[in-house]
Nanobody
Framework: VQLQASGGGLVQPGGSLRLSCTAS????????MAWYRQAPGKQRELVAV???????SYADSVKGRFTISRDNAKNSVYLQMNTLKPEDTAVYHC?????????WGQGTQVTVSS
């Protein structure tokens, strides 16, 4: 199983980024997919989840700014991040989940700074 995340970078406050995570080795359409983030010195937090049926859920801190989506034909999940704030700076990880099976991708760094 492999989850490959990409799309991070340096962006100014108010800017946008789109993260992508492509999975292999799992039945992607059956998995819930999630984005987590971890800032230096802080615990990892759940950012957004999209269920296999497309239902989504967001952390309060990103509601209205971030959008999670999936493309089952491409085995990919995305996180569109708009109106970025310095406090969004973190390493972002994607995760797949199906029953007791969970897999994590490597992180992609997002830095929001002027």
């Amino acid at each position: 199983v492999q989850l490959q995340a990409s799309g991070g970078g340096l962006v100014q406050p108010g800017g946008s980024l789109r993260l992508s995570c492509t999975a292999s080795g799992i039945i992607f359409s059956s998995n819930a997919m999630a984005w987590y983030r971890q800032a230096p010195g802080k615990q990892r937090e759940l950012v957004a989840v999209i269920a296999s049926n497309g239902v989504t859920s967001y952390a309060d801190s990103v509601k209205g700014r971030f959008t999670i989506s999936r493309d089952n034909a491409k085995n990919s999940v995305y996180l569109q991040m708009n109106t970025l704030k310095p406090e969004d700076t973190a390493v972002y990880h994607c995760k797949s989940a199906y029953g007791w099976d969970e897999y994590w991708g490597q992180g992609t760094q997002v830095t929001v700074s002027s």
